[in-house]
């Protein structure tokens, strides 16, 4: 195979059009270039062009996971799970291979923009401000798929629930303490925002509502 033309892309700098006799082209980086010794008019073997395939995929795949880093933070099991999901739409370009995700994910560990303890403090201190509590927190960790080898230095990073409690309370109930129903509704909606029982029952006391031990208020 005979390569007719090698020029730089005008859209994507550090990347190269190579133009193949039979009307292919082919897109690969600066290094590609340098390793294979890539010049206009070179004849290329099978070999060679099965390894600049390969090439090539892997920087499809690597320039799909920096696209999905670029649109927003990710765990590196959220950033592999993308890329390896079938297509809805058959135009786009094919999943990854779990290989091909691994070694981007790999790459871009290197690099430093995949990071899951990192991301995972990320998670822990929005949820945290949002007045989220420790279940929650961890629910959102486990959702997103960060390694539990992360989850303690984060949830390091989460406001003191008490805090979290009161300013739900103040804002819920608005310095009303009387009605029992109200205090039942604000108590379960912490605790869907997972605050334990008894973070939330020293919370309602705290508001000076009474609460019983059985949780009767």
Same mark, same amino acid.
């Given at each position: 195979?005979?390569?007719? !033309?090698?020029?730089?892309?005008?859209?994507?700098?550090?990347?190269?059009?190579?133009?193949?006799?039979?009307?292919?082209?082919?897109?690969?980086?600066?290094?590609?270039?340098?390793?294979?010794?890539?010049?206009?008019?070179?004849?290329?073997?099978?070999?060679?062009? #099965? &390894?600049? &395939?390969?090439?090539?995929?892997?920087?499809?795949?690597?320039?799909?996971?920096?696209? /999905?880093? &670029?649109?927003?933070?990710?765990?590196?099991? #959220?950033?592999?799970?993308?890329?390896?999901?079938?297509?809805? +739409?058959?135009?786009?370009?094919?999943?990854?291979?779990?290989?091909?995700?691994?070694?981007?994910?790999?790459?871009?560990?290197?690099?430093?923009?995949?990071?899951?303890?990192?991301?995972?403090?990320?998670?822990?201190? @929005?949820?945290?401000? !949002?007045?989220?509590?420790?279940? !929650?927190?961890? +629910? #959102? /960790?486990?959702?997103?798929?960060?390694?539990?080898?992360?989850?303690?230095?984060?949830?390091?990073?989460?406001?003191?629930?008490?805090?979290?409690?009161?300013?739900?309370?103040? @804002?819920? /109930?608005?310095?009303?303490?009387? +009605?029992?129903?109200?205090? !039942?509704? &604000?108590?379960?909606? /912490?605790?869907?925002?997972?605050?334990?029982?008894?973070?939330?029952?020293?919370?309602?006391?705290?508001?000076?509502?009474?609460?019983?031990?059985?949780?009767?208020?």
């Amino acid at each position: 195979m005979r390569l007719n !033309k090698l020029e730089p892309s005008r859209r994507v700098r550090g990347r190269w059009l190579l133009f193949l006799d039979n009307g292919e082209i082919l897109r690969v980086g600066e290094r590609e270039v340098a390793d294979f010794g890539l010049y206009a008019g070179m004849e290329l073997g099978e070999e060679q062009l #099965e &390894a600049l &395939a390969v090439c090539v995929r892997r920087g499809e795949v690597r320039e799909k996971a920096l696209e /999905l880093l &670029a649109a927003r933070q990710r765990s590196r099991k #959220e950033l592999v799970d993308k890329l390896t999901a079938r297509p809805r +739409d058959r135009e786009k370009e094919p999943a990854a291979a779990p290989a091909e995700a691994e070694e981007a994910a790999d790459w871009l560990e290197e690099l430093g923009y995949l990071n899951d303890g990192e991301y995972a403090k990320n998670v822990v201190e @929005h949820y945290s401000a !949002k007045g989220y509590g420790p279940a !929650k927190l961890r +629910d #959102e /960790l486990y959702r997103r798929g960060v390694p539990r080898e992360y989850w303690d230095a984060a949830l390091e990073q989460a406001e003191d629930p008490a805090a979290g409690i009161d300013a739900f309370l103040l @804002h819920k /109930l608005r310095g009303e303490t009387a +009605d029992p129903r109200a205090l !039942k509704r &604000a108590a379960d909606a /912490l605790a869907r925002r997972g605050y334990r029982w008894e973070d939330i029952k020293d919370g309602l006391r705290r508001y000076g509502a009474r609460v019983e031990e059985d949780g009767d208020f």
